[in-house]
């Protein structure tokens, strides 16, 4: 699944910001985009720049977006859908354009000129998105719900991070699980895996069940790694559904929250039935975490 960024002016200028790799995706709805596509060939961007830059100029469009694509094993490619809209995983293709694609947009509709042409788009380095849900990859990435007791995002050269929750909210099931983007920015591929694994490890979520610990097996995968993503890629590697088989990060940080305040130390088993309520229902009290993943 390659999509192609486009933008177009009112004056009739079209132009490719080259394309952004979609095909990790569970339920049809992408997981993980990266930038540039690690199967595209200069002659295959081209080409499937060319034809997108044709489609929009066909329907006369202004503004940003977004011509995708199925490339097929060969790489041949066929037309899938136009979105006209900037999309969620705009920000990698910001990064290895260094364009700002929302500041372009509203450029465009204040009726200026685009201002560049396409010799002048260059890439630079390469970027990886990875989506932060709040869902159970345990089971079968079912929607989860609860407080964002702690929100601790990694931060670091390199790093973006677009969300629009804070720490204290509450997820709740009236809106799509979508915590937050997270963007990594390399010098090449391999550099930007080691990046999002590292910033992976740094982010820390407390009070709902997140699919963050999914998304470092995934980045870890020979298959990933290799550039071998498929729109079945999910499926294919775990045909009997993802196992959280290591500790998490997030046990690790509460463990680490509990020796570090001598919580351990503090916390006894009381007769008292107020005391007793006040610990069971206090959310910065790391043993709940701790008893709901280890029963």
């Not at 499937?48 to 977006?65: F, I, Q, T």
């Not at 509203?106 to 990875?130: F, M, T, W, Y």
């Not at 820390?204 to 998304?215: A, C, E, K, S």
Request: proline fraction near 6%; hydrophobic fraction near 40%; charge should be negative.
């Amino acid at each position: 699944h390659i999509e192609i960024q486009i933008l177009a002016d009112s004056f009739g200028e079209v132009i490719h910001l080259c394309e952004r790799e979609c095909s990790v995706q569970r339920r049809h709805q992408k997981v993980l985009e990266e930038a540039p596509s690690p199967v595209v060939s200069e002659n295959l961007r081209a080409q499937m720049g060319a034809a997108a830059v044709n489609a929009a100029k066909a329907v006369s469009y202004e503004g940003a977006g977004t011509v995708e694509f199925l490339v097929t094993p060969h790489g041949t490619f066929h037309f899938l859908e136009m979105n006209t809209r900037i999309q969620v995983e705009h920000p990698i293709t910001e990064c290895i354009t260094g364009i700002d694609l929302v500041c372009e947009q509203l450029r465009i509709a204040a009726g200026l000129p685009l201002g560049r042409s396409q010799s002048d788009i260059k890439v630079n380095g390469h970027a990886i998105e990875v989506r932060i849900y709040a869902e159970d990859a345990n089971n079968g990435f079912l929607p989860a719900i609860g407080p964002l007791t702690v929100w601790t995002p990694p931060t670091g050269p390199g790093i973006r991070l677009d969300s629009g929750v804070r720490q204290g909210d509450e997820v709740t099931p009236e809106y799509d699980p979508m915590l937050a983007k997270l963007v990594v920015h390399a010098s090449d591929r391999k550099a930007a895996i080691r990046r999002m694994k590292s910033a992976l490890s740094e982010f820390i979520i407390l009070g709902t069940t997140t699919n963050i610990d999914f998304l470092q097996d995934l980045i870890s995968h020979p298959a990933y790694r290799a550039g071998k993503t498929t729109t079945d890629f999910i499926e294919t590697n775990w045909p009997n559904g993802w196992s959280n088989t290591q500790i998490s990060s997030e046990v690790i940080f509460t463990a680490a929250i509990a020796q570090s305040s001598g919580i351990h130390r503090k916390i006894s088993i009381s007769t008292d039935a107020q005391f007793g309520d006040q610990i069971r229902n206090d959310p910065m009290n790391p043993f709940i975490r701790i008893g709901r993943r280890f029963p």
